[in-house]
């Protein structure tokens, strides 16, 4: 059975799963591409059913951030920051959302195509990218995790297997393959600390942070290919007083400084999750409103024109 005929067939278990094909949009797009992408619409839920049934554990290999300490810490401070959802579910370990995932593929690239991910973290982005007949590289530094992708993957990409790399991207994406997309959701900051490693960003003050990172997306911009997009989905966070470090605009600044253009935007809009919990407590102390969005940024090197005809071109003679 294809990926496509259990994604809209029936799931692992049998369950039946009906097309994402609700308006003449949604048929040819899967989802409408509108600057508001509603993760909690039901056609979307039913999306991402179907991909986490076919055993997508994306949390797995997460353990080693606790015996940091830093799951402790995300309790300490939950009232205190804004809980990273990036694409991802509200819990202690995030998981990439698998449809924003999957829209960005469909939407961006072509079957066969080459993708980077210099932030890969869990197991998602690449599982996706193989049950869609792309490639992956993803640049990751814990060996934990990349074992756990690695055995994950095993059990699913009967072919075309994702490639994880352990190491710091900023000295593996010297290796990397020619890239016809870059995507990935960046750590955001200290605000979920996945190590001890001092090359870690998450164990990085703000301003050591900033350099990495910008270099990092220097670096997988370098790897991408000429008329060809890339794409982040962040959010904002705060900083132990309280106020936004203003994450996204130094996102695009990175991207700009890289030599590509700001090319779309959009609003993710999250589950509600554990929002409804705090926002009396958070709002009544600072006046903070409760996140329930990340945005959705995509770029582009060259021309946007040329590069959406070159998706069009490979799709057209497969």
Known sequence: MSIDSQLYGVDLFGQPLNPVATSPIAQKFLIPPFTVLNAR????????????????????GRQAQQAVGSLLKAMNDYDKKDNREGGREETTTSVFDPVICE???RWFTATGWQIVDPFAGGS?????????????????????QVDANREQAGRICTHNPPAWVQGDSSVTLDDAPAA????SCPPYGDLEVYSDDPQDLSAMDWPAFLVAYRAIIAKAC??????????????????KRGNYRNFVSETIRAFLDAGLHLYN???????????????????NAGRKFAKTHQNVLVFVKGDGKRAAQAIDREDQQL
């Open 222 to 239: 370098g790897k991408l290919r000429q008329d060809r997009f890339a794409c982040f989905v962040v959010g904002d966070f705060r900083d």
């Open 41 to 60: 619409e039901g056609d979307w839920q039913e999306r991402k059913r179907a991909w986490l049934g076919l055993g997508i554990e994306s949390e797995e």
């Open 180 to 183: 016809d997309f870059v995507f």
């Open 265 to 283: 935007e959009a609003i993710l809009v999250t589950s509600v999750g554990s929002a409804c919990m705090r926002v009396t407590k958070q709002f």
């Open 103 to 105: 829209l960005s593929y």
């Open 124 to 144: 998602v982005r690449g599982i996706v990218a193989s049950c869609l007949g792309r490639k992956y590289w993803g640049g990751e530094l814990r060996g934990e």
